[in-house]
Nanobody, 120 residues
Framework: QVQLVESGGGSVQPGGSLRLSCVVS????????MGWYRQAPGKQRELVAA???????NYADSVKSRFTISRDNAKRTVYLQMDSLKPEDTAVYTC??????????????WGQGTQVTVSS
């Protein structure tokens, strides 16, 4: 069974930093694009950052120059380094990955989400 497990969330003051991690477990044939999404109370889920299997990245305008997405393919892990955090970054952050879990099946998998709270 394929699972995505996040860690690294928590509470931090404005201007602080957090690093989120998401590891893929289970028997798989390959991992393609990976990304981080977030959803704040009363708002729609939005893409924060994404990274292709080749390492190309893209970011939401609101986090550019503050957040950095990276991945370690050998560890099946995607990271989100979040610096200069703002109260408006408060949300549940969820990782996503396109995974080939069977020779005939490739689909989107999601983690359970981790809370990030930025408050003084």
């Amino acid at each position: 069974q394929v699972q995505l497990v996040e860690s690294g969330g928590g509470s931090v003051q404005p201007g602080g930093s957090l690093r989120l991690s998401c590891v893929v477990s289970g028997s798989i044939f390959g991992i393609y694009g990976m990304g981080w999404y977030r959803q704040a109370p009363g708002k729609q889920r939005e893409l924060v950052a994404a990274i292709t299997s080749g390492g190309s990245t893209n970011y939401a305008d609101s986090v550019k120059s503050r957040f950095t997405i990276s991945r370690d393919n050998a560890k099946r892990t995607v990271y989100l380094q979040m610096d200069s955090l703002k109260p408006e970054d408060t949300a549940v952050y969820t990782c996503n990955a396109e995974i080939q879990s069977r020779p005939w099946f490739k689909g989107d998998y999601w983690g359970q989400g981790t809370q990030v709270t930025v408050s003084s």
